[in-house]
């Protein structure tokens, strides 16, 4: 099985930054994409970033320029460097990866969510 697990998450007054991080961990043959997601009250889960095996990244058009994907292959590890942060940007946010295990099967997998609240 794949683990993932968030950390960063937090309270910030709007205009301020924070960085989360996710780390994978289990039966990883290799990852192949990984992204950022979040779910606002009320809203349903949106893409916002993600970042290929290739490292290739795409964004969500709500925060470009001011979010940056990056990994750390050897630590199986995803970051994501929140800038000038909204009140809009208020969620709970997951990790995701797209992962083929040890036993050869490719699935994906969710960490648990961590929240970011933004105050005005």
């Known amino acids: 099985q794949v683990r993932l697990v968030e950390s960063g998450g937090g309270l910030v007054q709007a205009g301020g930054s924070l960085r989360l991080s996710c780390a994978a961990s289990?039966?990883?043959?290799?990852?192949?994409?990984m992204g950022w997601y979040r779910q606002a009250p009320g809203k349903q889960r949106e893409m916002i970033a993600t970042?290929?095996?290739?490292?290739?990244?795409n964004y969500a058009d709500s925060v470009k320029g001011r979010f940056t994907i990056s990994k750390d292959n050897a630590r199986n590890t995803v970051y994501l460097q929140m800038n000038s942060l909204e009140p809009e940007d208020t969620a709970v946010y997951y990790c995701?990866?797209?992962?083929?295990?040890?036993?050869?099967?490719?699935?994906?997998?969710w960490g648990q969510g961590t929240q970011v609240t933004v105050s005005s």
């Open positions: 995701n990866a797209d992962v083929t295990t040890t036993a050869l099967r490719r699935d994906v997998y």
């Open positions: 289990g039966s990883i043959f290799v990852i192949n994409d």
């Open positions: 970042i290929s095996r290739g490292t290739n990244t």
